[in-house]
């Protein structure tokens, strides 16, 4: 909740790929916000709905730790 909007719809946005339990928790937390802008709802309910808890598959760990790698250290 410290980041500007924009990045942290972009992180939200990259969670499609590795989102735990506790990311959808945290998700669902957001997204039944009332202080939160519609559109970090918007991109929350985005990651909530193809990530049905029911259905999740989690990438390895490598693949995770490989995407959050980039996310850290991306170059602006």
Request: glycine share 2%.
């Amino acid at each position: 909740y410290m980041l500007d909007e924009e990045k942290r719809i972009e992180f939200i946005r990259n969670l499609k790929s590795f989102a735990e339990k506790e990311d959808l928790e945290k998700l669902r937390e957001i997204y039944e916000s009332k202080t939160e802008s519609d559109k970090l709802k918007k991109v929350a309910k985005e990651v909530l709905i193809p990530n049905n808890e029911d259905n999740l598959v989690k990438p390895s760990f490598c693949h995770r730790f490989k995407i959050a790698w980039g996310i850290l250290f991306n170059k602006y």
